[in-house]
Nanobody, 124 residues
């Protein structure tokens, strides 16, 4: 009933920039927090940044000062502006949006939704 669609990944040189976008669509009731995680092969998924509906934000220490997360509540969209990219930022980035949604029966349910992942590669 709900999908997260990501875009914006790609290949950039060190010091370059990318902007990731993630839009949730479907029978959404409420999304209090939207965030970005990244998955390094062989390791657990880690939080990059997240933003609440009231604008409260937190970042991983490794991206503070370089990445900026923002959100358009009306569009159910979260963005991640990535500047001063480093090779160690290379990995798959996933959008996360725990949310309440309306099921086909009309009941409100909770689900921890994840995007499909988008590859970010930083290389010279």
């Amino acid at each position: 009933q709900v999908q997260l669609v990501e875009s914006g990944g790609g290949l950039v040189q060190p010091g370059g920039s990318l902007r990731l976008s993630c839009t949730a669509s479907g029978s959404i009731v409420n999304i209090e927090t939207m965030g970005w995680y990244r998955q390094v092969p062989g390791k657990q998924r880690e939080l990059v940044a997240r933003i609440r509906s009231d604008g409260i934000i937190n970042y991983a220490d490794s991206v503070k000062g370089r990445f900026t997360i923002s959100r358009d509540n009306a569009k159910n969209t979260v963005y991640l502006q990535m500047n001063s990219l480093k090779p160690e930022d290379t990995t798959v980035y996933y959008c996360n949006a725990p949310m309440y949604y309306r099921s086909t029966t009309g009941a409100t349910r909770f689900e921890d939704y994840w995007g499909q992942g988008t590859q970010v590669t930083v290389s010279s």
